[in-house]
């Protein structure tokens, strides 16, 4: 993945705070009840959206990130977790985790090198847990007439008015012929929410393919898509997780 892109969100710091959605308490349950007991380790932790919920568990965190004004914030969020700014590709542990996760961050990590480096960071039988959130406007009518304006506007495979289905199924794991990792899973949560016009054009404005946009490219596609809102949109969020365990 372009590095550069994958450091934009530091310029739009309260926009990401305050639009982006958080996470299924349930998934944070069943993460902690699927990895052992111990020290853990997140992987481009951004505001901490997915921290708060890990931190509220006691969780022993170290938490990486990239861009020095996110850390600042997740800092603030939860002071009680260890915040080392930088990539995971330069982190060396200091310790073996018992788990490791990453939210809505997986696809900024080396392809290549992040199951090695996963793997060289987990204790034996040490989980490792990857997820995502997709937005999906409700209203097919709507989400179509908002694809059509990020098309103009050059925002196609990373729109987030993409008109295909709320998620891809993965007929298979990504780790299902790596004999590293073990006990391999994947659950997937729904639920819908209710976004005011303001917070869904800041949910626009925190996502890489709309931020590298020049500026008077992204006031007017907003503009566009304003106009089509209202006063609100219904999003169905759908969170997909991914597991797997460190073989001993």
């Given at each position: 993945m372009d590095r550069e892109r994958s450091v934009?969100?530091?310029e739009a710091v309260d926009q990401y705070e305050s639009a982006r959605p958080g996470y299924p308490a349930q998934l944070v349950t069943e993460v902690l009840d699927y990895a052992p007991p111990g020290p853990v380790l997140e992987v481009g932790a951004g505001t901490g959206k997915a921290t708060a919920g890990f931190a509220a568990r006691g969780a022993d965190l170290t938490c990486i990130e990239p861009d020095p004004r996110m850390a600042a914030a997740l800092t603030a969020k939860c002071p009680g977790a260890r915040v080392e700014i930088g990539i995971f590709e330069e982190y060396v542990p200091d310790r073996a985790f018992a788990l490791l996760y990453s939210a809505q961050a997986w696809h900024w990590?080396?392809?290549e090198r992040r199951w090695d480096?996963?793997?060289a960071a987990l204790a034996p039988s040490g989980a490792v847990a990857v997820f995502w959130n997709h937005y999906v406007v409700t209203d097919p009518g709507l989400r179509s007439a908002l694809a059509a304006v990020d098309a103009r506007y050059g925002v196609t495979t990373s729109s987030l008015h993409r008109i295909d289905s709320v998620r891809a199924e993965q007929s298979e794991h990504e780790l299902a012929d790596d004999p590293r990792f073990t006990d391999l899973g994947q659950r997937h949560y729904t639920r819908t929410e209710r976004y005011?016009?303001?917070?869904y054009l800041d949910l626009v404005r925190s996502i890489s393919a709309y931020r590298i946009l020049d500026p008077g490219t992204r006031n007017?596609?907003?503009r566009e898509i304003a106009a089509l809102l209202g006063d609100g949109v219904d999003l169905t969020l759908a969170?997909?997780?991914t597991l797997a365990r460190r073989a001993r």
């Amino acid at each position: 993945m372009d590095r550069e892109r994958s450091v934009v969100f530091g310029e739009a710091v309260d926009q990401y705070e305050s639009a982006r959605p958080g996470y299924p308490a349930q998934l944070v349950t069943e993460v902690l009840d699927y990895a052992p007991p111990g020290p853990v380790l997140e992987v481009g932790a951004g505001t901490g959206k997915a921290t708060a919920g890990f931190a509220a568990r006691g969780a022993d965190l170290t938490c990486i990130e990239p861009d020095p004004r996110m850390a600042a914030a997740l800092t603030a969020k939860c002071p009680g977790a260890r915040v080392e700014i930088g990539i995971f590709e330069e982190y060396v542990p200091d310790r073996a985790f018992a788990l490791l996760y990453s939210a809505q961050a997986w696809h900024w990590v080396d392809r290549e090198r992040r199951w090695d480096l996963a793997h060289a960071a987990l204790a034996p039988s040490g989980a490792v847990a990857v997820f995502w959130n997709h937005y999906v406007v409700t209203d097919p009518g709507l989400r179509s007439a908002l694809a059509a304006v990020d098309a103009r506007y050059g925002v196609t495979t990373s729109s987030l008015h993409r008109i295909d289905s709320v998620r891809a199924e993965q007929s298979e794991h990504e780790l299902a012929d790596d004999p590293r990792f073990t006990d391999l899973g994947q659950r997937h949560y729904t639920r819908t929410e209710r976004y005011e016009a303001g917070r869904y054009l800041d949910l626009v404005r925190s996502i890489s393919a709309y931020r590298i946009l020049d500026p008077g490219t992204r006031n007017e596609l907003l503009r566009e898509i304003a106009a089509l809102l209202g006063d609100g949109v219904d999003l169905t969020l759908a969170t997909d997780l991914t597991l797997a365990r460190r073989a001993r």
